[in-house]
């Protein structure tokens, strides 16, 4: 079965970091981009970040753009996405998923296949 472990959420203060990240297993990791997705309370679920298979290619929202940085590292199946300059507006609970590549549409979760759990980050004022 694929599977998508996402960890590393937890409360924060308005500025701070934090580290997400999302282990997959079940499946050939390195042949799949990710992308991370969160969903605050009331809101649709928005593309954050993506990540092609190599880590060659990134891409950001507008919103976490220059805050946020997303990374791979193949050997250990795992997808980090270190979050900075944390924002009160960052609240949401984050995902991860597969993808088999990051396109013009990376945002639209119609693009994704497999979906981790969610982890929630909460940043405090």
């Known amino acids: 079965d694929v599977q998508l472990q996402a960890s590393g959420g937890g409360l924060v203060q308005f500025g701070g970091s934090l580290r997400l990240s999302c282990v997959g297993s079940?499946?050939?990791?390195?042949?799949?981009?990710i992308g991370w997705f969160r969903q605050a309370p009331g809101k649709e679920r928005e593309g954050v970040s993506c990540i092609s298979t190599t880590g060659d290619s990134t891409y950001y929202a507008d919103s976490v753009k220059g805050r946020f940085t997303i990374s791979r590292d193949n050997a250990k199946d795992t997808v980090s996405l270190q979050m900075g300059s944390l924002k009160p507006e960052d609240t949401a609970v984050y995902y991860c998923?597969?993808?088999?590549?990051?396109?013009?549409?990376?945002?639209?979760?119609?693009?994704?296949?497999?979906w981790g759990q969610g982890t929630l980050v909460t940043v405090s004022s």
């Open positions: 079940g499946f050939t990791f390195d042949d799949w981009a």
């Open positions: 998923a597969t993808t088999a590549y990051c396109g013009f549409t990376w945002y639209r979760q119609s693009e994704y296949e497999d």
